[in-house]
C-alpha cells in the first residue's frame, strides 16, 4: 500500500506543479491519475491530492460513496481534478469538522465557503467545470487546499477544536453529524458536473 504523507513532511507544504499539455493522454498521466484513486479507496479517503502521496503535481481525486469515516457526507461520483482553479461563488461560511489522510488520527473544525465552481481538466486535458455546494463544496476546498501546500489544521475556526479521531467518536460526532444535516438540508444539491461555457 502506498505511503500517504504525514504533517510536518516538506512536501505537504510545497506549491505542486501544474501538468503540462503534453502529458495528456499519456499512459503515465493515466497511470499516475489510477494509482492516486486506488490509493484514496484503500484508505476510505473522501478525496486525494497528488501531493500526499510525495507526486508533486497539481491533480486531487474526490469520491464519496458510503464512507465510514464520514458517514454524513452525500455522495460524490468519482472526479478527478487536473490544474484545477476554484471559484467562490458564495462564501458565506459553513463550519465543517474535518479530517485529512495526512494529518492521521485528528480532526477539527473550519470554515469553509458553502458554493464554489471548479473548472479542470480531465486526463485526456478536455475541460469541465463542476459546482459544488455545502459539505461537497468543502471537501472541493480541502483538496484544492493541498495543491498550495495548505492543510486545514492551518484553518481552524479555534486550535480548541482540535480532537483525536477516538476523542471524536466519544465527544463530538453525535452533535456534528446533526449540524451536518442541516447543512445538507440548507445545501441539497451536493456536487454537479456542468457544461462548460465559455
Ligand atoms: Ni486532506
Redesign the pocket.
Known amino acids: 500500500m502506498t505511503e500517504i504523507l504525514q504533517l510536518g513532511d516538506p512536501r505537504l507544504r510545497q506549491h505542486s506543479e501544474v501538468v503540462p499539455a503534453s502529458d495528456f493522454g499519456s499512459a503515465e498521466l493515466q497511470a499516475q491519475v489510477e494509482h492516486l484513486i486506488d490509493t484514496m479507496r484503500q484508505a476510505n479517503?473522501a478525496?486525494?491530492?497528488a501531493p500526499?502521496i510525495g507526486l508533486m503535481r497539481r491533480i486531487c481525486v474526490v469520491e464519496v460513496t458510503k464512507n465510514p469515516r464520514y458517514p454524513y457526507k452525500q455522495p460524490i461520483p468519482l472526479t478527478v481534478f487536473i490544474n484545477p482553479k476554484i471559484t467562490v461563488l458564495d462564501e458565506t461560511p459553513i463550519e465543517v469538522f474535518?479530517?485529512?489522510?495526512?494529518?492521521a488520527g485528528w480532526r477539527g473544525r473550519v470554515q469553509r465557503a458553502c458554493r464554489v465552481q471548479v473548472i479542470a481538466q480531465d486526463v485526456e486535458g478536455t475541460p469541465f467545470q463542476v459546482e459544488a455546494e455545502g459539505l461537497a463544496a468543502g471537501t472541493l476546498q480541502?483538496?484544492l487546499?493541498?495543491l498550495d501546500g495548505q492543510?486545514?489544521v492551518d484553518l481552524l475556526v479555534n486550535a480548541k477544536s482540535l480532537t483525536t479521531w477516538a476523542n471524536y467518536e466519544r465527544y463530538h460526532r453525535s452533535d456534528w453529524e446533526r449540524e451536518a444535516e442541516k447543512i445538507n438540508e440548507r445545501f441539497p444539491n451536493g456536487l454537479e458536473r456542468l457544461p462548460i461555457n465559455d
Open positions: 479517503g478525496g486525494l491530492a500526499q474535518e479530517g485529512c489522510l495526512s494529518v480541502h483538496e487546499d493541498h492543510l486545514f
